[in-house]
């Protein structure tokens, strides 16, 4: 089911749960075949999985998991500074 919703979906927002790099630090929303951190493959060689949900979606607290993509967006992470 999931495969299908993703083909109708042009647009995402999104983070990674690696390194917590997403659309309000790019500033950009994902398109439906990027799936990979981009950062997280460029400065490490690793193909991490995005969490993404619906652009049509507000972004979604912690305590509320988006359901339509099924995935829940990775709690944001503080550089230590």
Do not use: N, Y
């Not at 917590?20 to 990027?34: H, S, T």
């Not at 400065?43 to 509320?64: E, F, I, K, Y």
């Amino acid at each position: 089911m999931a495969a299908v919703l993703d083909s109708k979906i042009g647009f995402w927002h999104f983070q990674c749960p690696e390194c917590g790099m997403g659309d309000q630090e790019f500033g950009r929303l994902a398109e439906a075949p990027d799936i990979h951190c981009e950062v997280c493959l460029e400065d490490q060689g690793q193909a991490v999985v995005l969490r993404r949900w619906p652009a049509d979606q507000t972004v979604p607290s912690d305590s509320q998991a988006p359901t339509a993509a099924g995935v829940t967006p990775a709690k944001r992470m503080r550089l230590a500074g």
